[in-house]
């Protein structure tokens, strides 16, 4: 299990911290620096957005297919998730795992979980993933 924790921001001693727990399995298929989302570092935005209009906005018609509008493209907390996903597993590597493993038989053996840790204590489970979220974005 890969277990990182990266602080976002300190503001007058208040820090906030991206904590991951990452299934060794997902090792292969995360951006070399997945750590920096959120944080002034972060820099593939514009490649999320671009994979998302890719995948959803541009692939599917608004008018003939309006559930799927409504569900997901329309879908603010949908669009958050599919841009964090986005943002930590690369798309090249993610391609060529489907390749090499047509038929996973246990998809939970591969989990992210994402949480935002401030110095308070407080801990928010922000996303808990598994293979099949993310097959089902790509």
């Known amino acids: 299990m890969i277990e990182y924790i990266n602080e976002i921001s300190n503001e007058n001693g208040y ?13 292969e298929l995360i951006f070399d620096d997945y750590y920096v989302y959120n944080t002034k570092e972060y820099n593939k935005k514009e490649l999320a957005e671009k994979l998302y209009n890719k995948n959803f906005v541009n692939k599917y018609n608004k008018d003939t ?9 329309n879908n603010e907390k949908f669009k958050e998730k599919v841009l964090f996903i986005y ?3 690369d798309e090249e590597k993610y391609t ?3 390749q090499k493993n ?23 489970n922000m996303y808990q993933l598994s293979l099949s979220d993310i097959a089902f974005v790509f």
């Not at 297919?65 to 493209?73: G, S, T």
């Not at 038929?103 to 308070?120: A, E, F, G, K, R």
């Open 87 to 89: 943002s930590i597993i």
């Open 15 to 27: 820090k906030r911290y991206n904590q991951y727990s990452i299934s060794d399995s997902f090792k």
């Open 96 to 98: 060529q795992f489907v």
């Open 102 to 124: 047509p038929n996973i038989q246990n998809p939970n053996d591969y989990t992210i979980t994402y949480n935002i840790v401030d110095s308070d204590g407080v801990n928010v």
């Open 65 to 73: 297919q309006k559930e799927i509008f409504d569900l997901y493209i």
